[in-house]
Protein backbone atom coordinates (compact mmCIF):
# COMPACT_ATOMS: atom_id res chain seq x y z
CA UNK A 1 0.00 0.00 0.00
CA UNK A 2 2.75 2.73 1.35
CA UNK A 3 4.07 1.61 -2.49
CA UNK A 4 1.22 2.63 -4.57
CA UNK A 5 1.25 5.73 -2.43
CA UNK A 6 4.65 6.60 -3.19
CA UNK A 7 3.85 6.15 -6.86
CA UNK A 8 0.58 8.08 -6.85
CA UNK A 9 2.79 11.16 -4.56
CA UNK A 10 5.30 11.08 -7.21
CA UNK A 11 3.33 11.39 -10.03
CA UNK A 12 1.42 14.40 -8.45
CA UNK A 13 4.67 15.59 -7.85
CA UNK A 14 6.01 15.12 -11.16
CA UNK A 15 2.67 16.35 -12.89
CA UNK A 16 2.89 19.84 -11.00
CA UNK A 17 6.51 20.42 -12.27
CA UNK A 18 5.94 20.02 -15.61
CA UNK A 19 2.98 22.22 -15.17
CA UNK A 20 4.89 24.61 -12.96
CA UNK A 21 7.20 24.74 -15.89
CA UNK A 22 4.84 26.24 -18.40
CA UNK A 23 3.44 29.88 -19.47
CA UNK A 24 0.19 29.93 -18.93
CA UNK A 25 -0.98 31.56 -15.36
CA UNK A 26 -3.91 28.88 -14.90
CA UNK A 27 -1.92 25.73 -15.58
CA UNK A 28 0.90 27.43 -12.87
CA UNK A 29 -2.43 27.65 -10.26
CA UNK A 30 -3.56 23.77 -11.21
CA UNK A 31 0.14 22.52 -10.93
CA UNK A 32 0.00 24.88 -7.18
CA UNK A 33 -3.37 22.68 -6.34
CA UNK A 34 -1.47 19.27 -7.39
CA UNK A 35 1.82 20.05 -5.39
CA UNK A 36 -0.68 20.16 -2.36
CA UNK A 37 -2.43 17.81 -3.12
CA UNK A 38 0.67 15.55 -3.52
CA UNK A 39 1.98 17.21 0.41
CA UNK A 40 -1.15 16.30 1.66
CA UNK A 41 -0.83 12.51 0.71
CA UNK A 42 3.13 12.34 1.55
CA UNK A 43 1.68 13.50 5.47
CA UNK A 44 -0.93 10.83 5.11
CA UNK A 45 1.82 7.68 4.03
CA UNK A 46 4.16 9.15 6.62
CA UNK A 47 2.18 8.79 9.68
CA UNK A 48 1.64 4.90 8.87
CA UNK A 49 -1.56 3.73 6.46
CA UNK A 50 -4.06 1.06 8.33
CA UNK A 51 -2.35 0.07 11.48
CA UNK A 52 -4.43 -0.13 14.05
CA UNK A 53 -8.10 0.71 14.87
CA UNK A 54 -10.62 3.96 14.82
CA UNK A 55 -8.72 6.27 16.94
CA UNK A 56 -11.16 6.39 19.66
CA UNK A 57 -10.91 6.06 23.27
CA UNK A 58 -11.31 2.14 24.28
CA UNK A 59 -10.53 -0.03 27.29
CA UNK A 60 -9.22 -3.31 25.52
CA UNK A 61 -6.01 -1.52 24.51
CA UNK A 62 -6.59 -1.88 20.98
CA UNK A 63 -3.61 -0.10 19.07
CA UNK A 64 -5.06 2.75 17.19
CA UNK A 65 -4.06 4.16 14.08
CA UNK A 66 -2.39 8.03 14.41
CA UNK A 67 -4.90 10.79 14.04
CA UNK A 68 -2.30 13.25 13.91
CA UNK A 69 -1.61 13.38 10.51
CA UNK A 70 -5.47 13.66 9.59
CA UNK A 71 -5.59 16.56 11.64
CA UNK A 72 -2.49 18.03 9.85
CA UNK A 73 -3.53 17.55 6.36
CA UNK A 74 -6.96 19.38 7.59
CA UNK A 75 -5.10 21.76 8.18
CA UNK A 76 -3.04 22.52 5.20
CA UNK A 77 -6.09 21.56 3.09
CA UNK A 78 -7.90 24.64 4.24
CA UNK A 79 -4.85 26.58 3.56
CA UNK A 80 -3.68 25.68 0.28
CA UNK A 81 -7.73 25.93 -0.62
CA UNK A 82 -7.58 29.71 0.81
CA UNK A 83 -4.43 30.68 -1.25
CA UNK A 84 -5.37 28.97 -4.24
CA UNK A 85 -8.68 30.89 -4.41
CA UNK A 86 -6.43 33.78 -3.88
CA UNK A 87 -4.15 32.91 -6.24
CA UNK A 88 -7.15 32.57 -8.85
CA UNK A 89 -8.59 35.92 -7.77
CA UNK A 90 -4.79 37.61 -8.51
CA UNK A 91 -4.94 35.71 -11.50
CA UNK A 92 -7.95 36.84 -13.06
CA UNK A 93 -7.15 40.90 -12.10
CA UNK A 94 -4.09 40.58 -13.41
CA UNK A 95 -5.50 39.40 -16.91
CA UNK A 96 -8.00 42.12 -17.18
CA UNK A 97 -5.18 44.67 -15.86
CA UNK A 98 -2.04 43.37 -18.19
CA UNK A 99 -4.19 41.76 -20.98
CA UNK A 100 -2.19 38.49 -20.94
CA UNK A 101 -2.37 35.20 -18.61
CA UNK A 102 1.48 34.60 -20.19
CA UNK A 103 4.29 34.67 -17.91
CA UNK A 104 7.04 35.34 -20.51
CA UNK A 105 5.51 38.64 -21.13
CA UNK A 106 5.20 39.38 -17.13
CA UNK A 107 9.01 40.04 -17.41
CA UNK A 108 11.35 42.14 -15.47
CA UNK A 109 10.11 46.01 -13.95
CA UNK A 110 10.04 49.45 -15.21
CA UNK A 111 13.44 50.32 -13.89
CA UNK A 112 15.08 47.64 -15.74
CA UNK A 113 12.97 47.01 -18.72
CA UNK B 1 2.66 28.41 32.23
CA UNK B 2 2.07 32.20 31.73
CA UNK B 3 -0.58 33.88 29.49
CA UNK B 4 1.92 36.45 28.71
CA UNK B 5 3.30 34.40 26.32
CA UNK B 6 -0.09 34.47 23.75
CA UNK B 7 -0.97 38.25 24.09
CA UNK B 8 1.56 39.82 21.87
CA UNK B 9 -0.31 37.54 19.20
CA UNK B 10 -3.85 38.63 20.77
CA UNK B 11 -3.38 41.70 20.93
CA UNK B 12 -2.72 42.83 16.88
CA UNK B 13 -5.48 39.60 16.41
CA UNK B 14 -8.16 41.61 18.09
CA UNK B 15 -7.15 44.97 16.60
CA UNK B 16 -7.26 43.26 12.97
CA UNK B 17 -10.60 42.20 13.59
CA UNK B 18 -11.89 45.62 14.96
CA UNK B 19 -10.07 47.72 12.21
CA UNK B 20 -12.51 45.58 9.39
CA UNK B 21 -15.73 47.43 11.05
CA UNK B 22 -14.33 50.64 11.21
CA UNK B 23 -12.67 50.30 7.14
CA UNK B 24 -14.70 53.50 5.89
CA UNK B 25 -13.62 55.53 9.07
CA UNK B 26 -9.67 56.25 8.03
CA UNK B 27 -9.36 58.65 11.08
CA UNK B 28 -10.68 55.79 13.72
CA UNK B 29 -8.56 52.89 11.70
CA UNK B 30 -5.87 55.45 12.71
CA UNK B 31 -5.92 55.80 16.10
CA UNK B 32 -7.00 52.41 17.08
CA UNK B 33 -3.82 50.71 14.83
CA UNK B 34 -1.40 53.02 16.54
CA UNK B 35 -2.41 52.47 20.17
CA UNK B 36 -3.06 48.65 19.31
CA UNK B 37 0.81 49.08 18.37
CA UNK B 38 1.61 51.00 21.37
CA UNK B 39 -0.12 48.74 23.87
CA UNK B 40 1.89 45.75 22.05
CA UNK B 41 5.43 47.37 22.71
CA UNK B 42 4.57 47.66 25.89
CA UNK B 43 3.14 43.93 26.00
CA UNK B 44 6.31 42.90 24.59
CA UNK B 45 8.76 44.92 26.99
CA UNK B 46 6.73 42.70 30.14
CA UNK B 47 7.41 39.97 28.39
CA UNK B 48 11.18 40.16 27.67
CA UNK B 49 11.48 41.36 31.47
CA UNK B 50 9.75 38.42 32.46
CA UNK B 51 11.63 36.20 30.10
CA UNK B 52 15.05 37.29 31.46
CA UNK B 53 13.71 37.51 35.35
CA UNK B 54 12.61 33.88 35.11
CA UNK B 55 13.57 32.40 32.40
CA UNK B 56 12.33 30.63 29.08
CA UNK B 57 8.30 31.00 29.00
CA UNK B 58 5.50 28.67 28.04
CA UNK B 59 2.19 28.45 26.96
CA UNK B 60 0.33 24.89 26.47
CA UNK B 61 -2.61 26.22 24.84
CA UNK B 62 -6.05 25.00 25.81
CA UNK B 63 -3.90 23.08 28.60
CA UNK B 64 -2.72 19.84 26.80
CA UNK B 65 0.69 19.10 28.32
CA UNK B 66 3.39 19.97 26.61
CA UNK B 67 4.23 17.33 23.65
CA UNK B 68 0.83 17.06 22.82
CA UNK B 69 -0.94 19.60 22.00
CA UNK B 70 0.22 23.31 20.73
CA UNK B 71 3.04 25.17 23.10
CA UNK B 72 3.92 28.59 22.57
CA UNK B 73 7.50 29.44 23.65
CA UNK B 74 9.11 32.69 24.18
CA UNK B 75 12.26 32.27 25.05
CA UNK B 76 14.92 35.21 25.19
CA UNK B 77 15.74 35.23 21.23
CA UNK B 78 11.83 34.91 20.33
CA UNK B 79 11.20 37.89 23.12
CA UNK B 80 13.61 40.13 21.83
CA UNK B 81 12.68 39.79 18.47
CA UNK B 82 9.18 39.73 19.11
CA UNK B 83 9.75 43.39 20.95
CA UNK B 84 11.45 44.54 17.57
CA UNK B 85 8.58 43.50 15.40
CA UNK B 86 6.39 45.55 17.80
CA UNK B 87 8.96 48.28 17.33
CA UNK B 88 8.86 47.94 13.89
CA UNK B 89 5.19 47.64 13.32
CA UNK B 90 4.52 50.59 15.19
CA UNK B 91 7.17 52.71 13.31
CA UNK B 92 5.63 51.78 10.24
CA UNK B 93 2.12 52.17 11.20
CA UNK B 94 2.76 55.84 11.88
CA UNK B 95 4.70 56.40 8.45
CA UNK B 96 1.57 55.19 6.72
CA UNK B 97 -0.67 57.88 7.79
CA UNK B 98 0.91 60.22 6.08
CA UNK B 99 2.21 58.24 3.00
CA UNK B 100 -0.19 54.92 1.94
CA UNK B 101 -3.61 57.60 0.90
CA UNK B 102 -7.09 57.08 1.57
CA UNK B 103 -7.87 54.44 -1.29
CA UNK B 104 -5.51 51.95 0.29
CA UNK B 105 -6.56 52.67 4.19
CA UNK B 106 -10.53 52.51 3.21
CA UNK B 107 -9.86 48.63 1.85
CA UNK B 108 -8.25 47.13 4.66
CA UNK B 109 -5.29 48.52 5.02
CA UNK B 110 -4.18 48.73 8.39
CA UNK B 111 -6.16 45.55 9.50
CA UNK B 112 -3.87 43.20 7.16
CA UNK B 113 -0.90 45.38 8.84
CA UNK B 114 -2.08 43.82 11.69
CA UNK B 115 -1.89 40.23 10.50
CA UNK B 116 0.96 40.54 8.70
CA UNK B 117 2.49 41.27 12.28
CA UNK B 118 0.41 38.14 13.97
CA UNK B 119 2.26 36.29 11.59
CA UNK B 120 5.46 37.41 12.36
CA UNK B 121 5.17 37.58 15.94
CA UNK B 122 3.75 33.79 15.96
CA UNK B 123 6.29 31.76 14.12
CA UNK B 124 8.53 33.53 16.45
CA UNK B 125 6.72 32.41 19.33
CA UNK B 126 5.80 29.25 18.20
CA UNK B 127 7.15 25.98 19.85
CA UNK B 128 5.56 23.13 17.41
CA UNK B 129 6.98 23.07 13.78
CA UNK B 130 3.24 22.21 12.44
CA UNK B 131 1.94 25.67 13.81
CA UNK B 132 5.26 27.01 12.31
CA UNK B 133 4.09 26.43 9.53
CA UNK B 134 0.53 27.63 9.79
CA UNK B 135 1.64 31.17 11.09
CA UNK B 136 3.62 31.11 8.32
CA UNK B 137 0.33 31.14 5.97
CA UNK B 138 -0.63 33.78 7.98
CA UNK B 139 2.24 35.84 7.28
CA UNK B 140 2.04 35.21 3.47
CA UNK B 141 -1.41 35.52 3.15
CA UNK B 142 -1.19 39.03 4.61
CA UNK B 143 1.94 39.77 2.78
CA UNK B 144 0.13 38.31 -0.85
CA UNK B 145 -2.74 41.33 0.15
CA UNK B 146 0.18 43.65 1.02
CA UNK B 147 1.60 43.57 -1.96
CA UNK B 148 -1.38 43.60 -4.34
CA UNK B 149 -3.50 46.59 -2.59
CA UNK B 150 -4.15 49.09 -4.72
CA UNK B 151 -4.00 47.11 -7.44
CA UNK B 152 -1.42 48.75 -9.93
CA UNK B 153 -0.12 46.66 -13.17
CA UNK B 154 3.36 46.03 -11.67
CA UNK B 155 2.48 44.77 -8.17
CA UNK B 156 -0.13 42.36 -10.09
CA UNK B 157 2.18 41.49 -12.06
CA UNK B 158 5.24 40.61 -9.45
CA UNK B 159 2.57 39.89 -6.98
CA UNK B 160 2.05 36.33 -9.28
CA UNK B 161 5.85 35.71 -9.14
CA UNK B 162 6.00 36.38 -5.62
CA UNK B 163 2.42 33.63 -5.34
CA UNK B 164 3.94 31.28 -6.87
CA UNK B 165 7.68 31.11 -5.53
CA UNK B 166 5.96 30.80 -1.61
CA UNK B 167 3.04 28.71 -3.02
CA UNK B 168 6.05 26.26 -4.31
CA UNK B 169 8.12 26.58 -0.85
CA UNK B 170 4.97 26.35 1.56
CA UNK B 171 4.30 22.77 -0.54
CA UNK B 172 8.01 22.00 0.56
CA UNK B 173 7.37 22.78 4.32
CA UNK B 174 4.69 20.30 4.87
CA UNK B 175 6.68 17.76 2.67
CA UNK B 176 9.65 18.67 4.99
CA UNK B 177 7.26 18.26 8.18
CA UNK B 178 5.52 14.94 6.92
CA UNK B 179 9.05 13.65 6.58
CA UNK B 180 10.28 14.66 10.36
CA UNK B 181 6.85 13.22 11.62
CA UNK B 182 7.91 10.12 10.21
CA UNK B 183 11.23 10.14 11.63
CA UNK B 184 10.46 11.54 15.11
CA UNK B 185 6.62 10.89 15.41
CA UNK B 186 6.32 14.16 17.25
CA UNK B 187 5.76 17.64 16.14
CA UNK B 188 6.59 19.51 19.17
CA UNK B 189 9.77 21.04 18.84
CA UNK B 190 11.79 21.03 21.50
CA UNK B 191 10.65 17.09 21.81
CA UNK B 192 11.95 16.78 18.41
CA UNK B 193 15.22 18.26 19.34
CA UNK B 194 15.23 15.95 22.40
CA UNK B 195 14.78 12.83 20.05
CA UNK B 196 16.82 13.31 17.96
CA UNK B 197 19.70 13.96 19.82
CA UNK B 198 19.14 10.74 21.97
CA UNK B 199 20.03 8.59 18.55
CA UNK B 200 22.81 7.06 18.66
CA UNK B 201 23.18 7.12 14.72
CA UNK B 202 21.97 9.73 12.55
CA UNK B 203 19.87 8.24 9.37
CA UNK B 204 20.70 9.44 6.75
CA UNK B 205 17.30 10.68 5.53
CA UNK B 206 18.30 13.46 8.10
CA UNK B 207 20.18 15.42 6.29
CA UNK B 208 17.90 15.06 3.14
CA UNK B 209 15.47 16.91 5.80
CA UNK B 210 17.46 19.31 7.52
CA UNK B 211 18.24 20.18 3.49
CA UNK B 212 14.41 20.40 2.73
CA UNK B 213 14.25 22.71 5.74
CA UNK B 214 16.91 24.65 4.51
CA UNK B 215 15.17 25.33 0.73
CA UNK B 216 11.98 26.09 2.93
CA UNK B 217 13.41 29.03 5.30
CA UNK B 218 16.52 29.90 2.64
CA UNK B 219 13.45 30.70 0.08
CA UNK B 220 11.44 32.57 2.55
CA UNK B 221 14.81 34.62 3.90
CA UNK B 222 16.26 35.01 0.28
CA UNK B 223 19.99 33.09 0.47
CA UNK B 224 21.91 32.10 -2.46
CA UNK B 225 20.42 30.87 -4.42
CA UNK B 226 17.01 31.09 -3.85
CA UNK B 227 17.18 35.18 -3.44
CA UNK B 228 16.33 35.74 -7.53
CA UNK B 229 12.43 36.42 -6.20
CA UNK B 230 12.99 39.09 -3.74
CA UNK B 231 14.28 42.51 -5.55
CA UNK B 232 11.76 42.69 -8.36
CA UNK B 233 8.60 41.64 -5.68
CA UNK B 234 9.98 44.04 -2.83
CA UNK B 235 10.20 46.38 -5.27
CA UNK B 236 6.95 47.28 -5.93
CA UNK B 237 4.37 47.56 -2.97
CA UNK B 238 4.40 51.11 -1.22
CA UNK B 239 7.01 51.91 0.91
CA UNK B 240 5.79 51.25 4.35
CA UNK B 241 4.57 47.59 3.26
CA UNK B 242 8.60 47.39 1.62
CA UNK B 243 9.63 48.76 4.81
CA UNK B 244 7.84 45.99 6.37
CA UNK B 245 8.51 43.04 4.19
CA UNK B 246 12.01 43.95 4.65
CA UNK B 247 12.42 44.45 8.07
CA UNK B 248 10.35 41.37 9.28
CA UNK B 249 9.66 38.58 6.19
CA UNK B 250 13.13 37.72 5.47
CA UNK B 251 14.08 38.04 9.44
CA UNK B 252 11.52 35.15 10.10
CA UNK B 253 13.23 32.84 7.77
CA UNK B 254 16.97 33.04 8.92
CA UNK B 255 14.90 33.04 12.81
CA UNK B 256 13.60 29.45 11.68
CA UNK B 257 16.97 28.64 10.36
CA UNK B 258 18.43 29.37 13.48
CA UNK B 259 16.45 27.75 15.68
CA UNK B 260 15.87 24.32 13.39
CA UNK B 261 19.55 24.02 12.50
CA UNK B 262 20.75 24.91 16.53
CA UNK B 263 17.65 22.46 18.00
CA UNK B 264 17.04 19.92 15.52
CA UNK B 265 20.11 19.46 13.13
CA UNK B 266 22.90 20.09 15.60
CA UNK B 267 24.93 16.91 14.15
CA UNK B 268 28.13 16.78 12.90
CA UNK B 269 27.50 13.90 10.27
CA UNK B 270 26.33 15.48 6.61
CA UNK B 271 28.45 18.46 5.92
CA UNK B 272 25.18 20.89 7.05
CA UNK B 273 27.07 23.44 8.61
CA UNK B 274 30.01 23.60 5.92
CA UNK B 275 26.85 23.95 3.32
CA UNK B 276 25.26 26.83 5.84
CA UNK B 277 28.63 28.29 5.57
CA UNK B 278 29.29 28.57 1.35
CA UNK B 279 25.65 29.64 0.92
CA UNK B 280 26.25 32.74 3.39
CA UNK B 281 29.44 33.47 1.75
CA UNK B 282 27.89 33.45 -1.74
CA UNK B 283 24.97 35.06 -0.37
CA UNK B 284 27.48 38.05 1.23
CA UNK B 285 29.08 38.31 -2.11
CA UNK B 286 25.73 38.49 -4.15
CA UNK B 287 24.09 41.15 -2.24
CA UNK B 288 27.21 43.35 -2.47
CA UNK B 289 27.36 43.14 -5.81
CA UNK B 290 23.84 44.15 -6.54
CA UNK B 291 24.16 46.83 -4.39
CA UNK B 292 26.73 48.27 -5.90
CA UNK B 293 25.76 47.99 -9.05
CA UNK B 294 22.38 49.59 -9.02
CA UNK B 295 21.75 53.31 -9.29
CA UNK B 296 18.00 52.72 -7.73
CA UNK B 297 17.85 53.71 -4.65
CA UNK B 298 15.46 50.57 -3.91
CA UNK B 299 17.42 48.32 -5.70
CA UNK B 300 20.45 49.26 -3.46
CA UNK B 301 18.60 48.78 -0.22
CA UNK B 302 17.06 45.53 -0.86
CA UNK B 303 20.21 44.41 -2.36
CA UNK B 304 21.47 45.23 1.19
CA UNK B 305 18.81 42.86 2.93
CA UNK B 306 20.53 39.94 0.98
CA UNK B 307 23.69 40.78 2.34
CA UNK B 308 22.82 40.76 6.09
CA UNK B 309 20.65 37.77 5.79
CA UNK B 310 24.49 36.07 4.68
CA UNK B 311 26.04 38.04 7.57
CA UNK B 312 23.56 36.74 9.93
CA UNK B 313 23.75 32.74 8.27
CA UNK B 314 27.74 33.22 8.46
CA UNK B 315 27.72 33.58 12.58
CA UNK B 316 25.00 30.41 12.61
CA UNK B 317 26.94 28.73 10.22
CA UNK B 318 30.58 29.18 12.50
CA UNK B 319 28.21 28.39 15.07
CA UNK B 320 30.33 29.15 18.16
CA UNK B 321 29.07 31.29 21.18
CA UNK B 322 30.76 34.19 19.58
CA UNK B 323 29.86 33.85 16.40
CA UNK B 324 25.90 33.37 17.23
CA UNK B 325 25.63 36.32 19.73
CA UNK B 326 27.09 38.10 17.06
CA UNK B 327 24.46 37.05 14.59
CA UNK B 328 21.91 37.41 17.23
CA UNK B 329 23.43 41.30 18.02
CA UNK B 330 23.44 41.78 14.12
CA UNK B 331 19.93 40.20 13.36
CA UNK B 332 17.84 42.63 15.51
CA UNK B 333 20.13 45.13 14.59
CA UNK B 334 19.43 44.75 10.93
CA UNK B 335 15.25 44.57 11.06
CA UNK B 336 15.51 48.02 12.90
CA UNK B 337 18.25 49.39 10.81
CA UNK B 338 16.44 48.20 7.26
CA UNK B 339 13.14 49.21 8.67
CA UNK B 340 14.70 52.95 8.79
CA UNK B 341 16.27 53.19 5.44
CA UNK B 342 14.06 51.91 3.77
CA UNK B 343 11.26 54.31 5.11
CA UNK B 344 14.08 56.90 4.81
CA UNK B 345 14.71 56.15 0.70
CA UNK B 346 10.60 56.60 0.78
CA UNK B 347 11.04 60.03 2.15
CA UNK B 348 13.84 60.74 -0.72
CA UNK B 349 11.33 59.01 -3.34
CA UNK B 350 8.18 61.38 -1.85
CA UNK B 351 10.39 64.40 -2.44
CA UNK B 352 12.07 63.91 -5.69
CA UNK B 353 9.43 61.42 -7.34
CA UNK B 354 12.10 58.87 -8.65
CA UNK B 355 14.31 56.34 -7.12
CA UNK B 356 16.92 56.75 -9.98
CA UNK B 357 20.09 58.06 -7.91
CA UNK B 358 20.91 59.78 -11.11
CA UNK B 359 18.15 62.12 -11.75
CA UNK B 360 18.45 63.96 -8.09
CA UNK B 361 21.35 66.03 -6.30
CA UNK B 362 21.60 68.16 -3.21
CA UNK B 363 18.98 67.05 -1.12
CA UNK B 364 21.17 68.37 2.34
CA UNK B 365 20.83 72.02 1.22
CA UNK B 366 16.84 71.92 1.88
CA UNK B 367 16.52 68.63 3.78
CA UNK B 368 19.24 68.88 6.00
CA UNK B 369 17.39 66.56 8.75
CA UNK B 370 16.33 64.40 6.54
CA UNK B 371 20.70 63.71 5.43
CA UNK B 372 21.99 63.88 8.59
CA UNK B 373 18.88 61.00 9.75
CA UNK B 374 20.31 59.11 6.76
CA UNK B 375 23.59 59.61 7.13
CA UNK B 376 23.57 58.15 10.59
CA UNK B 377 21.61 54.94 9.36
CA UNK B 378 23.79 54.49 6.44
CA UNK B 379 26.81 54.62 8.99
CA UNK B 380 25.06 52.19 11.15
CA UNK B 381 24.23 49.55 8.33
CA UNK B 382 28.06 49.99 7.37
CA UNK B 383 29.22 49.22 10.90
CA UNK B 384 30.73 52.04 12.26
CA UNK B 385 31.24 52.30 15.87
CA UNK B 386 30.10 53.07 18.21
CA UNK B 387 26.61 52.42 16.14
CA UNK B 388 24.23 49.19 16.18
CA UNK B 389 26.19 47.29 12.92
CA UNK B 390 29.75 47.48 15.01
CA UNK B 391 29.19 44.80 17.51
CA UNK B 392 27.22 42.36 15.71
CA UNK B 393 29.49 42.02 12.44
CA UNK B 394 32.36 42.67 15.05
CA UNK B 395 31.59 39.52 17.50
CA UNK B 396 30.37 37.17 13.82
CA UNK B 397 33.94 37.91 12.46
CA UNK B 398 35.55 37.10 15.57
CA UNK B 399 33.79 33.95 16.20
CA UNK B 400 34.42 33.37 12.55
CA UNK B 401 38.51 34.22 12.96
CA UNK B 402 38.37 31.81 16.48
CA UNK B 403 37.26 28.60 14.69
CA UNK B 404 39.46 29.37 12.30
CA UNK B 405 37.51 30.02 8.80
CA UNK B 406 39.72 32.96 8.07
CA UNK B 407 38.42 32.95 4.47
CA UNK B 408 35.25 33.69 5.36
CA UNK B 409 35.47 36.08 7.63
CA UNK B 410 37.88 38.64 5.78
CA UNK B 411 35.10 37.96 2.62
CA UNK B 412 32.94 39.39 5.66
CA UNK B 413 35.09 42.43 6.51
CA UNK B 414 35.83 43.42 2.48
CA UNK B 415 32.24 43.34 1.82
CA UNK B 416 31.14 45.40 5.12
CA UNK B 417 33.32 48.11 3.23
CA UNK B 418 31.59 47.96 -0.17
CA UNK B 419 28.02 47.80 2.14
CA UNK B 420 29.30 51.09 3.27
CA UNK B 421 30.06 52.05 -0.09
CA UNK B 422 26.71 51.79 -1.70
CA UNK B 423 24.86 53.29 1.03
CA UNK B 424 26.85 56.62 0.81
CA UNK B 425 27.35 55.99 -2.73
CA UNK B 426 23.27 57.76 -1.99
CA UNK B 427 24.51 60.23 -0.08
CA UNK B 428 27.13 61.45 -1.89
CA UNK B 429 25.60 61.64 -5.32
CA UNK B 430 21.29 62.65 -3.66
CA UNK B 431 22.28 64.68 -0.94
CA UNK B 432 25.67 66.60 -1.85
CA UNK B 433 25.86 68.23 -5.37
CA UNK B 434 24.19 71.21 -6.83
CA UNK B 435 20.92 71.90 -5.84
CA UNK B 436 19.49 73.23 -8.65
CA UNK B 437 15.98 71.28 -9.06
CA UNK B 438 13.12 72.45 -7.63
CA UNK B 439 11.35 69.79 -5.45
CA UNK B 440 8.18 69.09 -3.86
CA UNK B 441 7.73 71.84 -0.69
CA UNK B 442 8.31 70.25 2.57
CA UNK B 443 4.42 71.18 3.49
CA UNK B 444 3.37 68.89 0.59
CA UNK B 445 5.32 66.18 1.62
CA UNK B 446 4.18 66.47 5.30
CA UNK B 447 7.72 66.47 5.75
CA UNK B 448 7.43 66.61 10.00
CA UNK B 449 5.43 64.02 9.90
CA UNK B 450 7.08 61.48 7.68
CA UNK B 451 10.48 61.82 9.46
CA UNK B 452 9.26 61.35 12.91
CA UNK B 453 9.00 57.98 13.26
CA UNK B 454 12.15 57.52 10.88
CA UNK B 455 14.05 59.33 13.92
CA UNK B 456 12.37 57.36 16.48
CA UNK B 457 13.67 54.17 15.24
CA UNK B 458 17.15 55.26 13.89
CA UNK B 459 17.85 56.86 18.34
CA UNK B 460 16.29 53.30 18.67
CA UNK B 461 19.01 51.86 16.78
CA UNK B 462 21.26 54.44 18.12
CA UNK B 463 20.64 53.92 21.70
CA UNK B 464 20.85 50.03 20.49
CA UNK B 465 24.85 50.25 19.24
CA UNK B 466 25.73 52.64 22.21
CA UNK B 467 24.38 50.84 24.68
CA UNK B 468 25.61 47.33 23.56
CA UNK B 469 26.87 46.27 26.97
CA UNK B 470 23.36 46.55 28.63
CA UNK B 471 22.01 44.88 25.82
CA UNK B 472 24.74 42.32 25.58
CA UNK B 473 23.25 40.66 28.49
CA UNK B 474 19.96 39.90 27.10
CA UNK B 475 21.84 38.71 24.01
CA UNK B 476 23.69 36.19 26.22
CA UNK B 477 20.55 34.90 27.67
CA UNK B 478 19.25 34.39 23.90
CA UNK B 479 22.10 32.79 22.95
CA UNK B 480 22.54 29.81 26.00
CA UNK B 481 19.46 27.97 24.44
CA UNK B 482 20.97 27.87 20.74
CA UNK B 483 24.53 26.72 22.29
CA UNK B 484 22.84 23.98 24.84
CA UNK B 485 19.47 23.07 23.09
CA UNK B 486 19.04 21.05 26.74
CA UNK B 487 17.89 24.32 28.32
CA UNK B 488 14.97 24.60 25.58
CA UNK B 489 14.33 21.48 25.81
CA UNK B 490 14.16 21.22 29.67
CA UNK B 491 12.14 24.07 29.74
CA UNK B 492 9.40 23.34 27.23
CA UNK B 493 9.09 19.77 28.34
CA UNK B 494 9.28 20.07 32.07
CA UNK B 495 6.26 19.27 34.76
Redesign the interface.
Known amino acids: MEILMAIIIGVLFATATYL?LSKS?LR?IIA?GL??H???L??L????LKKGAVPLVNDIGVSVTDP??QA?IL??IV??F??TA??LV??Y??YQ??GTDN?DK?R????NE | MNNLVVLPILVPLLAAVILIFFAKNVIVQRYISALSALINIIVALILVREVSEKGIQKLDIGSWPAPFGITLVSDMLSALLVLSTTIIGFVVILYSFKSIGKQREKFYYYSIIQFQIIGVIGAFTTGDIFNMFVFFEVMLMASYVLLVIGGTKRQLRESLKYLTVNVISSAFFVIAIAMLYSVVGTLNMAQIGERITSLNEVPGILTVIAVLFLIVFGMKGAIFPLYFWLPGSYAVPPIPVMALFGALLTKVGVYSIIRTFTLFFNFEQGHLYEMLMILAIITVIIGVIGSIAYWDIKQIIIYNIITAIGVILYGVAVSTETSLTGSVFYLIHDMLIKAALFLLIGMIIHITGTSNLRKFSGLIKHYPTLAWTYFIAALSLGGIPPLSGFVGKMLTVQGGFEANEFIGSMIILITSILVLYSVMKIFIFGFWGKADQMYVSKENVSYHALLMPIILIVVISVFYGVGAEAVHSFIAQAVEPLINPEIYIEAVLKE
Open positions: FIISLSGAHLITMGGLPLTAISGVLFIARAELIMGTEE
